[in-house]
Every structure is written in C-alpha cells, then in structure tokens.
C-alpha cells in the first residue's frame, strides 16, 4: 500500500507509547512506578461531572454548532477577559476536542509547504509532528538549563528568514516546568511584531504554578501583539479533565474562521456533554485547582530535592507544570546488565526493565540530556521511585 508522504514524516506520540507500555506491564502483575503520565491523577471535580450528568439527563446529546455553544464560548471570552485583560469576541474563540485539536486545526490552516515555524527546545512534541503533518518545516531553538531555559531576542532572530511565520511559546512549559517573566516575553513580542510572526501561545499549564508565581500571557502585554497571537488552551490540565477532549483557541478572527471551517469539515463540534462540563469546570474550578496545585507543589519538592541527592543527577526546580525535568549527564556512558547506557532512551530502558520505573526520555523533547518525570501520581510513589531509581543508577559501573 502506498500511504501518503506525509505519514513517514512522524511518530506515534512517545510519551503516550511509554504511558501505554507501563500500563501493560502493570497489567502483567508487574510493580511498576509510573513517571510518564502526562495528566494529573486527581478525578474530576465533581460539579463538573454533575454538569456533564444534568446534560445526558436534559438530552443534551446532539449536534452542536461546530465550533462550539455559545455558552462555552462566552465563558472562554470572559475567562480572557476578566484574567489576561484582552477582549475575544466570541466570533474569535473556536472550541476544539482538546487543546491539541485546536494546534492541529491552527497548523493546517496557517502552515504549507516551505513555511517555517520556529519551536524553542526542549519542546513539547507535538509542535514538530503537526508542522510537518501539514509540510512545513520546524526550526528549533536552542536554550540553555543554566539560563532558565530563557528565548532571547537575538538567538531567535538569528534563525528568522523569509520563510518564517509562527514561534510557539509555551509557558509553563512541557517538560521543563520553565515559566517566562514578562521581560522574556517582552523580548519575544518585539521579534514577533518587527518581523511580522503569529504567536502560538500555549497556556494549558497557566493554573499550575509555583510559589505565588502569577501567569503572564504574551497577548496581554499589548493590542500589537494581542492581534498577532494565538491563545491555546483547554481544560486537562487545570480541572483534572484530559478524557473530556475540551481545549480552544482564541485568536485573529481570519484565522480563527479559517480553522473553524477545517474542523467543520473534519470531526465536526467537540462533544456536547463535555462542552456542558467545561463550562462548569470555567464557572466552578478555581478552588479545586488551588487545592490540586497545592499538592503538586509538596510533590514538587520532595521528587526535585531527592533527585539532587541521587549521584549523576541534578534537577532544576519547576516553576509550573507537572514534571521534574533532571540532568542525567553524569549517567550516560556508564554501564548496564545490556550494554553502554549512551543515550536517554538507553536510561529510559534500563529504568523501566530493570527497575520497573517508567519515565519518558528526552529525546523526543529534543534533549540528549534529560529525562521527563511526572509528579502527578501519588506521594507514596514518589518516594517509592526515588528509591529504586537511586538504587537502580547506583548499580551502573
Ligand atoms: C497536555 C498538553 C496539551 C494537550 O492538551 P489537550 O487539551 O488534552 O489536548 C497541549 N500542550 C501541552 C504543552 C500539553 O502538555
């Protein structure tokens, strides 16, 4: 069979491949300690799901307009409104079947052949695979972990040729936890007004952050920039709803009926019991995400501070998101039960066969250095897994 060109340009998602492997093992009566997730363990918060109820019951159960109800979208505007200070028409909000749907639609409606889109690293892996889904090319941007994993102006606009249209800033980041401060967005802003880039901003983290840190989007820091950003986001993370497919984009009217119309053409309106729960969860959330950040912060410390104790491993401290992003250097070219540990997929195999600790390696971030470990699972666990893995690494030669 002769499939499309396009399909031998990507993977199947790694961090779901690993999440899917660990959950196999486990099912074999294996003990394993899951670190790949990449959604929280908490359930959904029970308003939401009483929304969601109430819609079956009501028979809410149909076709809706394809880019969303009304009440969804209005509550996303207001949402923007009343917290990043921008004014959305509803007209400029599409509802999509999770906030990755909604990057999929922007990167067929804005992307073709030659275009260019540059992603800073370590990313989360999707951007690259939809760029080049729809035959655009990703450039990738390098950071350091001494600087915070910071954009700054001249690096980016270093890499910026005619072909360039988007950069996708993602704060708090997948995987690195970074948040950026307003001066590192201002920078990015600057470059993107001077040479005429869409900002794919991805904020799906913004209600999980740290010590009073508060969320700056990039659209707030004024109407040039606003008009040239995208706004992505959605509902996983923040209310603990990753199965309910709800995420959005918000946006330049054009582009955003651009997308609408993909999606009109494609999988239609995201489901209309999910869209009611959504609402809710934008209407009545706020305290159950405070209390859930609260305890992904004590898990943030003690996973961060027990991986610096580990010998070869050194951890900066997240600012947001839900994963511990350590240094794994002073591993790799050590030695395992099968051969030289020279990679982060290496260490992630020796971990996951030999001491039944799933992480996800940091490759498909575009890191040779790290791996990926999620603290949304349980204390016990946590403590449980740093453990083995010192033990684990202690027995390398
Ligand atoms: C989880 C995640 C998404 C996708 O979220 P959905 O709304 O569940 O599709 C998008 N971006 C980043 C960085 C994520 O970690």
């Not at 052949?113 to 080049?132: F, K, N, T």
């Not at 016990?380 to 202690?394: H, K, N, P, W, Y």
Request: charged share 20%; with cysteine; aromatic share 6%.
């Amino acid at each position: 069979m002769k499939l499309a060109a396009r399909v031998s340009r990507i993977a199947p998602s790694p961090t779901l491949a690993m999440a899917a492997k660990a959950k196999a093992m486990a099912a074999q009566g294996l003990d394993v300690i899951d670190f790949s997730a990449g959604e929280p363990d908490f359930d959904t918060p029970a308003p939401v799901k009483a929304a969601a109820e109430e819609a079956i019951r009501a028979g809410f159960t149909k076709y809706t307009p394809s880019s969303g109800i009304d009440e969804l979208r209005g509550a996303i505007a207001e949402k923007l409104q009343a917290e990043l200070g921008v004014h959305y028409d509803k007209s400029q909000v599409l509802v999509s079947c999770g906030a990755k749907h909604s990057l999929y639609n922007l990167a067929e409606a804005f992307l073709e052949a030659g275009d260019e889109i540059i992603i800073p690293i370590p990313y989360w892996v999707s951007y690259s695979d939809q760029a080049l889904l729809n035959d655009a090319t990703p450039i990738l941007l390098d950071t350091t972990e001494e600087q915070g994993y910071a954009v700054h102006a001249a690096p980016l606009e270093r890499l910026i040729t005619p072909r360039t249209k988007a950069i996708i800033v993602n704060s708090p980041c997948n995987p690195t936890g970074a948040a950026y401060d307003r001066a590192t967005l201002e920078e990015i802003a600057s470059v993107a007004v001077r040479h005429d880039l869409l900002v794919i901003s991805d904020e799906i983290y913004e209600k999980i952050l740290y010590d009073g840190a508060v969320h700056v989007s990039i659209a707030s820091l004024g109407p040039e920039i606003a008009a040239r950003t995208v706004i992505i986001n959605g509902v996983s993370k923040a209310y603990a709803m990753t199965g309910w497919r709800i995420g959005y984009a918000a946006g330049p009217k054009e582009l955003i009926t651009a997308m609408a119309n993909i999606q009109s053409q494609s999988t239609s309106n995201p489901c209309s019991i999910a869209q009611k729960a959504a609402v809710a969860a934008l209407r009545l959330g706020e305290p159950f995400t405070i209390k859930m950040v609260e305890e992904f912060s004590r898990r943030r410390t003690t996973i961060v501070n027990g991986l610096n104790k580990i010998p070869g491993v050194s951890c900066r401290m997240p600012q947001g998101a839900f994963y511990a992003f350590p240094n794994i250097k002073g591993v790799l070219g050590k030695q395992g039960p099968s051969g030289m540990l020279e990679t982060p997929n290496d260490v992630a195999q020796y971990l996951l066969n030999e001491a039944q600790i799933a992480t996800v390696p940091g490759e498909p971030f575009g890191s040779r250095e790290h791996l990926r470990l999620s603290y949304a699972t349980g204390m016990t666990s946590i403590l449980r897994g740093l453990e083995r893995l010192e033990q684990a690494f202690a027995k390398l030669t």
